[in-house]
């Protein structure tokens, strides 16, 4: 139960400090970068970071997917096991990286299209004025 580990929760938000610090690295590096790359990069790291997935069907503790699938795979290469645990836990990372991605991608049209071609107009009346 999710009440025999005191720390369940002080864990997770140190886990969570560090995801989000890793994402504040990574954007740190790749900040000058194509915004297309940068996007690509930070969905990924976010999707494999932040995921998380029950560590047994009934189970009221989560863990994150990608340190399930990483345990899963060692599991069944050790006891030539199937590996249904790992696509188990990689399932739900690719799905939540793919709405990620089409996020992002929304965001940057939305904002292209929408807010950054707002100021055009006033800047062709500027023109006009000062001719």
């Known amino acids: 139960m999710m009440t025999d580990f005191p720390f369940y ?4 938000l140190f ?13 740190a ?6 915004f297309w ?18 560590l047994q069907n ?8 990608l340190v399930v699938a990483v345990f899963e795979l060692e599991q069944s290469l050790n006891e030539s096991d199937s590996t249904e645990g790992v696509w188990r836990g990689v399932t739900p990372v690719i799905r939540i990286w793919v ?19 707002i100021n055009k ?4 009346e500027a023109r006009n004025e000062e001719i």
């Open 37 to 54: 790359l940068k996007a690509l990069l930070l969905t990924i790291v976010a999707a494999c970071t932040f995921t998380p997935i029950q």
């Open 121 to 124: 107009p006033f800047e062709t």
């Open 99 to 117: 709405g990620l991605a089409l996020l992002s991608i929304l965001a940057r049209l939305t904002y292209t299209r929408w807010i950054a071609g």
């Open 9 to 12: 929760q002080t864990a997770w």
């Open 29 to 34: 590096l790749f900040r000058k970068t194509n």
């Open 15 to 27: 886990y969570l400090a560090a995801g989000l610090l890793l994402m504040l690295v990574v954007w």
């Open 58 to 65: 009934e189970a009221e503790t989560w863990a994150p997917a």
